[in-house]
């Protein structure tokens, strides 16, 4: 059993900075790639950033040079630095993480608001 508890999210004005964790415990012998995933109001959810187990990086468009992902392979953690945040980035946002024999883990969201 592998749980991700997700932390950090909450309501922040445009152009503003928020930091999301992700920690991922429970029977975890591998853990490959992390990610953030994001569904905004009327929308499917969307890869936001991804980062692998040696550190390589893939963004979405519309987040780069704004949003930075990083881990901490010893703390099985995952992290998403958010600046200049603008309303279209407003989305309950979702850790996932590949575990293991190449299982899908989701954490159970964490809600960012960016609004004035």
């Known amino acids: 059993q592998v749980q991700l508890v997700e932390s950090g999210g909450g309501l922040v004005q445009p152009g503003g900075s928020l930091r999301l964790s992700c920690a991922a415990s429970g029977s975890i012998f591998r853990i490959y790639n992390m990610g953030w995933y994001r569904q905004g109001p009327g929308k499917q959810r969307e890869l936001v950033a991804q980062?692998?187990?040696?550190?390589?990086?893939k963004y979405a468009d519309s987040v780069k040079g704004r949003f930075t992902i990083s881990r901490d392979n010893a703390k099985n953690t995952v992290y998403l630095q958010m600046n200049n945040l603008k309303a279209e980035d407003t989305a309950v946002y979702y850790c996932?993480?590949?575990?293991?024999?190449?299982?899908?883990?989701w954490g159970q969201g964490t809600q960012v608001t960016v609004s004035s």
């Open positions: 996932n993480s590949v575990v293991n024999g190449g299982n899908d883990y």
């Open positions: 980062i692998s187990k040696g550190g390589s990086t």
